[in-house]
């Protein structure tokens, strides 16, 4: 039993390396001759069906691996999938009995088409073959696929008017560069577009339209197809950022209706922090936003926001100027002589205190250690009050009354308008029917 075990397992061993030695360089040199021998007449400079005098259809789907970043300062989005081109080569038809898959330099001896991508800014479509993934596979019938791995950084034009609660649109458009529509006809195939990661940080991938058309030059006319992708804006980073801080902001604004009116000092100070702090928000949101010539919808909230600030600050001055002038007229008032009749202020209820008289003919009544008038003697029909002053006396407490009531109105007032603004701002901007572009 060992002695014929062992010459079983040597040959075994032997027949192994042999092949190792032996059949990798015949698959490489098979590999070199197959191709020499499957492409030998054909002439790769000139398209098929060239012949016959009717243009090429070539069916086009793509395979999209990943968004990138989608930039709107900038106007521009990435993109990195599998770019895939299907048509027939009638001069290739049965030559082999089996599928045939080259790539890398191999490429070369087949004709291509040459498209590329209208709004790209970087792109690798034109590069050689030898330095991106691409592969093609031919089958008996003449039928040849050619993928190819691109990546396309792209232009896409953003309507920002309802920013953040937008929706965008970004297409890629794709078209021969040298075959006119007498050559090449591109179209969609069946499966056109598939994505595969739909996940982003700001946006949501909702689906993508498809169209076809003819691109007029001063050249020639160029058959174009347009894969257009719709994107929904993630707006929970901006809520977390900017509107919720903004509404407390403008809470905190109100704080000023329930303070000491004379405390001017604090209340100024209170609502120029708040305004300080809405310009802040409204800077560095438009920091990273293209230099747009039409407000954003955040553009209005803030602005907004910040109105109802100032009106806060506006409402400080105006409450502070009564204050002040309410106590000015409280302030204790030396009267002079000349004035009005008595009969004209006081009634028949009113008691005048004695009257002290002195040797030069003048006379002084003292009202409650405070109020002193000095009139003639001759005047005893007229009390000695200034022009006005009744007016006055009775304007203070009018002007203490309406700072009041305007504090009161604005506890009230502001709130309520913010409120209203909201559910109105938010009904326009944030329903979905009118996200929709």
């Given at each position: 039993m060992t002695e014929v075990y062992k010459p079983c397992a040597l040959s075994a061993t032997s027949s192994f390396l042999i092949a190792l030695l032996l059949i990798s360089p015949g698959m490489v040199m098979c590999g070199s001759n197959l191709l020499t021998k499957f492409f030998a007449g054909y002439d790769k400079a000139v398209r098929p069906d060239f012949d016959?005098?009717?243009?090429?259809?070539i069916v086009v789907d793509m395979y999209v691996e990943a968004f990138g970043n989608i930039k709107e300062a900038n106007?521009?989005?990435?993109?990195?999938?599998?770019f895939r081109q299907r048509w027939k080569d009638s001069r290739l038809t049965g030559r082999l009995n089996y599928t045939l898959t080259i790539k890398g330099g191999d490429i070369d001896n087949i004709w291509v088409p040459d498209p590329y991508c209208y709004n790209a800014r970087e792109s690798n479509m034109m590069l050689l073959d030898t330095q991106l993934h691409s592969r093609i596979s031919i089958d008996p019938s003449g039928d040849v696929l050619y993928s190819k791995g691109v990546t396309l950084l792209a232009s896409c034009n953003m309507?920002?008017?309802?920013?953040?609660?937008?929706?965008?649109?970004?297409?890629?458009?794709f078209g021969s560069y040298g075959y006119t529509t007498d050559h090449i006809i591109f179209e969609w195939g069946p499966a056109a577009v598939v994505v595969g990661s739909k996940e982003m940080a700001q946006f949501e991938y909702k689906g993508n339209n498809l169209s076809s058309n003819i691109a007029e030059f001063s050249t020639g006319n160029f058959s174009t197809v347009t894969v257009k992708f719709l994107f929904e804006r993630r707006v929970g980073y901006y809520l977390i950022q900017?509107?919720?801080?903004?509404?407390?902001?403008?809470?905190?604004?109100?704080?000023?209706?329930w303070m000491d009116k004379t405390e001017m000092g604090d209340?100024?100070?209170?609502?120029?922090?708040?305004?300080l702090t809405i310009m802040f928000l409204l800077g560095s949101l438009n920091?990273?936003?293209p230099r747009v010539s039409y407000p954003k919808a955040l553009d209005w909230y803030l602005l907004v926001s910040f109105t109802f600030v100032f009106l806060s600050l506006i409402e400080c001055m105006?409450?502070?100027?009564?204050?002040?002038?309410?106590?000015?007229?409280?302030?204790?008032?030396?009267?002079?002589?000349?004035a009005i009749p008595l009969s004209r202020m006081v009634t028949n209820e009113v008691k005048l205190p004695p009257v002290k008289h002195h040797s030069n003919g003048i006379k002084k009544i003292q009202i409650d250690g405070e109020l002193e008038v000095v009139y003639p003697t001759e005047t005893t029909n007229r009390l000695p009050i200034d022009n006005g002053s009744p007016r006055d006396l009775i304007g203070g407490s009018y002007r203490r009354t309406a700072a009041d009531s305007i504090d009161k109105a604005s506890r009230v007032l502001f709130p309520v308008l913010f409120v209203i603004y909201n559910i109105v701002y938010w009904a326009v901007y944030a329903l979905p029917g009118n996200k929709t572009q």
């Open positions: 016959k005098g009717k243009p090429l259809t106007m521009e989005y990435l993109v990195y999938g599998y309507d920002l008017r309802r920013f953040p609660l937008d929706s965008q649109s970004c297409c890629l458009k900017v509107y919720l801080p903004d509404i407390f902001v403008v809470a905190l604004s109100w704080i000023v209706f209340r100024m100070a209170l609502g120029i922090t708040t305004i920091g990273s936003m105006i409450v502070f100027i009564f204050t002040l002038k309410s106590n000015k007229d409280k302030a204790p008032t030396k009267y002079k002589p000349n």
